[in-house]
């Protein structure tokens, strides 16, 4: 059973704070994906991943950076939080392929007061 | 670049009645299409895809290149089948984009 887990659940953090947010997959996948999901503009994705060491940029990376040392564990760093970044964050995995089945977690719920 | 639009916000019906999510996708290439659903306090999960030309909960989607559509269809809603649904496409470079979604309720 594939798991993608995501370090907390819930996150409150203060404007201006770096913040990491941590993915790690079990099933050995090469894609990662960051996206965050917010009612009416649905899942954005920020950053994705297909190697160790390799990221590529999504649609909204303004804010945001991310590491891939290792193939398990996909983080997404926010350099200086901000109140627009209070969201509902998802980390997902697959295997490489265009018609593979993305994973996700469980999603993380960061509000930055 | 490549996009995936999802027109309606919600869609409400009546359990027994045909149910129709639409979904239209632009891709200079050949994307790979999905329908993703995500119930109540449950993650996001694949419900299929168009490769592999299943049924899956009774649900169908068939990609329509020449509209570049892939609406989701079911002829019989369930009161279960109230969710949210995401439209997705995957690209050569293995960019997975979504769509906004659509959020079925189905009343008895």
């Known amino acids: 059973d594939v798991k993608v887990t995501q370090s907390s659940r819930y996150l409150v953090k203060r404007t201006g704070e770096k913040v990491f947010l941590e993915c790690v997959q079990d099933m050995d996948h090469e894609n990662m994906f960051w996206y965050r999901q917010d009612p009416g503009l649905g899942l954005r994705l920020i950053y994705f991943?297909?190697?160790?060491?390799?990221?590529e940029k999504g649609d909204i990376p303004e804010g945001y950076s991310v590491s891939r040392e290792k193939k398990e564990r996909f983080s997404l760093i926010l350099e200086s939080a901000s109140t627009n970044q209070t969201s509902m964050y998802l980390c997902?995995?697959?295997?490489?392929?265009?018609?593979?089945?993305?994973?996700f977690g469980q999603g993380t719920r960061l509000t930055v007061v | 670049a490549q996009r995936v639009t999802q027109p309606e916000k919600l869609l409400s019906v009546f359990k027994g009645a045909p149910v129709e999510l639409k979904c239209n996708y632009s891709y200079s290439g050949s994307p790979e299409l999905f329908w993703y659903v995500q119930y109540s306090r449950q993650r996001l999960q694949l419900l299929l895809r168009?490769?592999s030309r299943e049924s899956i909960k009774g649900f169908t989607a068939d990609l329509n290149k020449g509209e570049t559509s892939f609406h989701l269809k079911k002829p019989f809603a369930q009161e279960e089948d109230s969710a949210m649904y995401y439209c997705?496409?995957?690209?050569?470079?293995?960019?997975?984009?979504f769509g906004k979604g659509t959020l079925l309720t189905v009343n008895p």
């Open positions: 991943s297909y190697d160790v060491k390799m990221k």
């Open positions: 168009h490769i």
């Open positions: 997705a496409l995957s690209g050569s470079n293995y960019k997975l984009t």
């Open positions: 997902a995995s697959s295997r490489p392929g265009m018609n593979t089945e993305a994973f």
